[in-house]
């Protein structure tokens, strides 16, 4: 991806824009302006009217829907890496009067990493979720924080033995504080 006029452009080997009415440009405004702003596939056709370029919101829909998850997956390549430590919590929600556990990992700055619904708080699901967190990450962290539910403990004995993990209901507030 390159950046030209503050919208960011595929690489050519990436994605072919051959064929196509418009220049990799407008494609790319259009598809930028939708999935950056809050607005409606007419309100971007309205922008993008107001600019000169006549454009269906049809057309925009499948400029998002072809070129949308390669500018997204360009994106993540080039997203800063979480930090190396993690805050591990879990909250019970009720989702349609159902009680459920959202879990969730933050890193030291905040970032949130990854989230997870499910039906259970034990050892299990913790596992479950640690394997996704690993995955999703695609690495392991150098401390582990968590509070002093003994899932985790369970979990972290199981996938990640080799991280520092330290329990404790204080050092846990960056968790606590992102729900």
Known sequence: MARANGVWLLNAD?????????????ISHGVWRYYRFPLSLREVEEMMLARGVVVSHETIRQWCA??????AAGLRRRRARAGDTWHLDEVV???NGVRQYLWRAVDQDGNVLDILL????NAKAAKRF???????????????VTDKLRSYAAAHRD?????????????????????
Do not use: C, D, W
């Not at 499910?118 to 708080?121: A, C, E, Y």
């Open 130 to 144: 640690l394997a996704k967190l690993r995955k999703t990450q695609q690495r392991v962290p150098r401390v582990l």
């Open 14 to 26: 990436a994605v072919s824009y051959r064929g196509l009415r418009y220049p990799a440009e407008i």
């Open 159 to 179: 996938l990640m033995s080799s991280v520092e993990h330290r329990r404790s209901n204080y050092l846990n507030h960056r968790a606590e504080n992102s729900h």
């Open 66 to 71: 072809t070129f949308g998850p390669a500018y």
């Open 93 to 95: 929600i009720k989702v």
């Open 118 to 121: 499910q039906s259970r708080r």
